[in-house]
């Protein structure tokens, strides 16, 4: 269900994400896993913004055997943010997956009433995670 692209030395328990995923969708995903460098390439190309970030999101075309699409997360976010916050790397990878799966469902939190939050918040309780980037940034 998950094509694993990991193009860093992180450690990615890919199980545990399928799980995750499984619970949503039975499509398929690309996860790649990326430098900083490359994420602000891969952003400033299809983003139009020249800067680094944490996890970005391509829905694929809807149609009955397509994959959902693809999730690209940056490895140096996952480590720094995992150090400032007080988390796991996995945990924090975790999180950044579940706000790039939400992304290719059609949920968008720059928009929603909350939609978006409300659903992270819920698999953050579900998988016994730490707060979503969501939660964590407007509480």
């Avoid at 055997?65 to 997360?73: A, D, E, K, R, T």
């Amino acid at each position: 269900m998950i094509e694993l692209d990991n193009r860093t030395p992180i450690n990615v328990d890919e199980h545990f994400l399928e799980k995750i995923a499984s619970t949503l969708t039975n499509k398929e995903i690309e996860l790649i896993i990326t430098s900083k460098a490359e994420i602000k390439e891969i952003n400033k190309e299809h983003r139009n913004i020249d800067a680094p970030t944490d996890v970005l999101s391509f829905p694929y075309e809807d149609m009955p055997m397509s994959p959902l699409g693809s999730i690209v997360i940056s490895s140096g976010h996952v480590e720094e943010m995992s150090k400032e916050l007080g988390h796991t790397q996995d945990d924090e990878l975790t999180l950044l997956f579940i706000h790039g799966l939400l992304h290719l469902l059609g949920f968008d939190h720059e928009v929603d009433d909350g939609e978006m939050r409300e659903e992270e918040a819920k698999l953050i309780e579900k998988f016994n995670l730490p707060k979503s980037l969501i939660i964590r940034t407007q509480g």
